[in-house]
C-alpha cells in the first residue's frame, strides 16, 4: 500500500516539473518577433530647413581660396623635360656656324652652333632670354626660347668705317699699320676676338676701309715708321651702315736715346732689346726696336714726342724691365738710362713701377681686372672689379685704357690717387707707386 502511494507521488511530481520544462524550450528555440517601435514624430513642415549636399561647408572654403592654376597639358610637360633646341642663322639666311647661344640671365647656360647653326641649350634654359653673338655680325635680339620648339635667332648684319689718315699739314700717309685699340659692343655681348691683329694698309689718298664690324663704339690706333701710334676719337658702328670720315693725324715722332747697364757691376749690356711697351703701341706699333751697342746705347726712334709713354728692355741673361713716365715734351729726342738686373735662378721675369694692378676695358669703364699680391693697390685695398673713376683728382671715366695705365706708373717713391666706383660707392685711395715684379 505504502509502494503504490509512493509512485502515485512520484509520478505526479514529474507530471508537475513536464508542465514547466516544455513551455520553456519553447520560448527558448521557437523564433521571436521583432520589436515593434513607436512610430517617429515627424517635425511640422513649416519648421524644415532646406536639404543641404554633406560638402556645401567645403565648397565654401575652397571658393574663399585663390583657385588653382590648371595642370599643363601633358605634351606640354613632356616637352619641357627635354633640352631647348634651335638655329642661328646670320643676315643672309645661312647658318650661323660657330655662334655663342646664351641665356641673359644665366650667363652659365650657353651653347655653340655647329657647322649647321643648331644649337642645344640644357633643360634648365627653357624659358629664359637668350640672345646669339658671332663676331662679326650684331648680337641678336633677346628672345624668348622654349623646349619643345624649334627657336630660330636671326644675327644683325654689321657695319664699317671709311676714313683717312693723314701727317700734320693735311699729306695722306700712303703706308701705315692700322688695328682696333679698343671696342664695347653697343648689345650685351663680349666680341673679344674684334681687337684683332694690326693690317697694313698701302693707298696713295691715305683711305682705309673697315668692314663686317659688329655695332658698338669702336678706337682706331694707327702706326708708321718714325710715327709713334696715335689713336683716333671714339667711333660709332650701327648694324648696316657705314661711319664715314673718319680722319687721323698721324704726327711725326721723336726719338728716346740712352744707355742700358748691369745694375750691379755696372758694366753696359750689348744687345738689349729696347721698344715701345703695348701699352704705348695699343695694338698697331710700326716702330722697330733697338738694340744697345758695344756701349750699351740705343736710339729707338718713333716715340712718341708728346704725352707719357713706356719702353720695355730685355735681354736674354736680365730680368725684363718697363720704364714708364717717360716723356719728350715736345722735343725732338729724350734720354733715358736704364738698369737691368741679372736673371737669378728662379728669379721673377720681369718688373716695372706701379701701383701693381692689371687693367682691363668693360662696358662701365676702365676696370681693375686683378690685382698683385704684396703690391701697393693689394695693400691698398683695391680689388678686382673696381670702376676707375679718378686719377690724381681728374676725371677718368673717359680716358682710354692706354692713358690710365700711364698714369698709374710712374718712379718709384712718388704717390698717386686713385678714386674707384665700388657698387656704386666711390672710395679714395692714395699709393706709393713701387717696383713690382711678376
Not at 634654359?125 to 635667332?153: K, M, Q, S, W, Y
Not at 671696342?183 to 682705309?208: I, Q
Not at 682706331?220 to 660709332?236: F, K
Not at 736673371?343 to 682691363?360: H, K, N, P
Amino acid at each position: 500500500m505504502a509502494g503504490a502511494q509512493r509512485r502515485a507521488w512520484l509520478s505526479a511530481a514529474l507530471l508537475s516539473v513536464a508542465l514547466l520544462v516544455v513551455p520553456l524550450l519553447f520560448w527558448l528555440f521557437l523564433p521571436r518577433p521583432a520589436p515593434v517601435m513607436p512610430a517617429r514624430q515627424e517635425p511640422a513642415p513649416a519648421r524644415l530647413a532646406p536639404p543641404q549636399p554633406e560638402h556645401t561647408a567645403r565648397e565654401a572654403e575652397v571658393e574663399a581660396e585663390p583657385p588653382a592654376p590648371p595642370p599643363p597639358p601633358r605634351e606640354t610637360t613632356a616637352a619641357r623635360a627635354g633640352p631647348v633646341r634651335g638655329a642661328v642663322l646670320d643676315p643672309e639666311g645661312r647658318p650661323g656656324a660657330g655662334a655663342t647661344v646664351r641665356c641673359t640671365d644665366e650667363p652659365s647656360l650657353s651653347a655653340v652652333a655647329d657647322a649647321e647653326g643648331r644649337f642645344e641649350l640644357p633643360p634648365e634654359a627653357d624659358g629664359c632670354t637668350a640672345i646669339a653673338t658671332h663676331p662679326p655680325f650684331g648680337d641678336t635680339e633677346p628672345a624668348r626660347v622654349a623646349a619643345g620648339r624649334d627657336n630660330i635667332l636671326h644675327l644683325i648684319a654689321g657695319g664699317s668705317i671709311a676714313g683717312e689718315v693723314v701727317d700734320q699739314s693735311g699729306r695722306p700717309i700712303e703706308e701705315y699699320l692700322l688695328a682696333v685699340e679698343s671696342f664695347l659692343p653697343s648689345g650685351s655681348g663680349a666680341h673679344g676676338s674684334v681687337n684683332g691683329r694690326a693690317r697694313k694698309v698701302s693707298d696713295p689718298s691715305g683711305a682705309f676701309q673697315m668692314n663686317d664690324l659688329a655695332p658698338g663704339r669702336y678706337v682706331l690706333t694707327v702706326s708708321a715708321p718714325g710715327r709713334p701710334p696715335t689713336r683716333s676719337a671714339p667711333v660709332d658702328v650701327e648694324a648696316g651702315s657705314a661711319a664715314r670720315r673718319v680722319r687721323i693725324v698721324l704726327p711725326q715722332g721723336a726719338t728716346l736715346r740712352g744707355r742700358v747697364v748691369d745694375a750691379e757691376s755696372r758694366a753696359p749690356i750689348v744687345e738689349a732689346q729696347v721698344e715701345l711697351d703695348s701699352a704705348t703701341s695699343s695694338g698697331a706699333n710700326a716702330i722697330s726696336l733697338a738694340l744697345t751697342d758695344s756701349n750699351g746705347d740705343y736710339e729707338l726712334q718713333g716715340v712718341p714726342a708728346s704725352g707719357p709713354f713706356s719702353v720695355r728692355v730685355r735681354h736674354d741673361q736680365y730680368t725684363t724691365k718697363i720704364v714708364p713716365g717717360l716723356d719728350a715734351r715736345g722735343a725732338g729726342s729724350a734720354r733715358a738710362d736704364i738698369e737691368l738686373r741679372p736673371l737669378g735662378d728662379g728669379g721673377s721675369r720681369e718688373e716695372l713701377t706701379g701701383i701693381g694692378a692689371m687693367l682691363a676695358v668693360s662696358s662701365s669703364g676702365v676696370t681693375i681686372a686683378d690685382v698683385i699680391e704684396g703690391g701697393p693697390a693689394a695693400l691698398a685695398g683695391l680689388a678686382q672689379g673696381d670702376v676707375i673713376v679718378r686719377i690724381d683728382g681728374e676725371p677718368a671715366t673717359d680716358l682710354p685704357l692706354a692713358d690710365c695705365i700711364q698714369r698709374l706708373r710712374g718712379p718709384a717713391g712718388t704717390r698717386v690717387s686713385v678714386g674707384v666706383d665700388r657698387g656704386g660707392r666711390v672710395l679714395e685711395v692714395t699709393m706709393r707707386r713701387d717696383v713690382v715684379v711678376r
